[in-house]
T-cell receptor
Framework: DAMVIQNPRYQVTQFGKPVTLSCSQTLNHNVMYWYQQKSSQAPKLLFHYYDKDFNNEADTPDNFQSRRPNTSFCFLDIRSPGLGDAAMYLC????????????????FGPGTRLTVL | DAKTTQPNSMESNEEEPVHLPCNHSTISGTDYIHWYRQLPSQGPEYVIHGLTSNVNNRMASLAIAEDRKSSTLILHRATLRDAAVYYCIPQTGANNLFFGTGTRLTVIP
């Protein structure tokens, strides 16, 4: 019963070559999030969508963009990957955007590990 | 966002209870306390959350101090599958998770 699916699980790209990571969900949740997790560090929120409304974290580099064409899919685009962008990228969903909601549990996918050569 | 302090690592013997502490002395009155864990090579998963009262679910219990400046996640019987990094995350307003350094739990067979 896959709920949050990330493809591919492993992605290799070249320095400066645009890359797109994908996430899909079968939960019909309103909110989708992208996190970056570098080696031995905690996940760091990049941005989220509430339906079609996009919210970028203040310190997310401009190099990172996102698209959400429909409820089920969300994409992370890295326009010009640098060596420092090598990381695990985690997609998550939740029904609610409010921390105090009973439906605020976030469901994470398995992640895509990005290698930049 | 409230700052959290957790031990870097803890060990537990299998089948024994584990108490994972978290200090969040700057928490605001409306911050919920969320716990997530991340098993090796997996995305994080929700464990439990609460506001003021102690909370129980099938995975764990959450004990929240009366002054709300600290909380303790309790795993009643640790199994090998519970070996993970445990994150304590105060949240208010938007449901965005700002992960701290967490506690790496090792379960000894």
């Amino acid at each position: 019963d896959a709920m949050v699916i990330q493809n591919p699980r492993y992605q290799v790209t070249q320095f400066g070559k645009p890359v797109t990571l994908s996430c899909s969900q079968t939960l019909n949740h309103n909110v989708m999030y992208w996190y970056q997790q570098k080696s031995s560090q905690a996940p760091k929120l990049l941005f989220h969508y509430y339906d079609k409304d996009f919210n970028n974290e203040a310190d997310t580099p401009d190099n990172f963009q996102s698209r959400r064409p429909n409820t089920s899919f969300c994409f992370l685009d890295i326009r010009s990957p640098g060596l420092g962008d090598a990381a695990m990228y985690l997609c998550a969903t939740s029904r609610s955007l409010l921390a105090q909601s009973a439906y605020n549990e976030q469901f994470f996918g398995p992640g895509t590990r990005l290698t930049v050569l | 966002d409230a700052k959290t302090t957790q031990p870097n690592s803890m060990e537990s013997n299998e089948e024994e209870p584990v108490h994972l502490p978290c200090n969040h002395s700057t928490i605001s009155g409306t911050d919920y306390i969320h716990w997530y864990r991340q098993l090796p090579s997996q995305g994080p998963e929700y464990v439990i959350h609460g506001l003021t009262s102690n909370v129980n679910n099938r995975m764990a219990s959450l004990a929240i101090a009366e002054d709300r400046k600290s909380s303790t996640l309790i795993l009643h019987r640790a199994t090998l599958r519970d070996a993970a990094v445990y994150y304590c995350i105060p949240q208010t307003g938007a449901n965005n998770l700002f992960f701290g350094t967490g506690t790496r739990l090792t379960v000894i067979p």
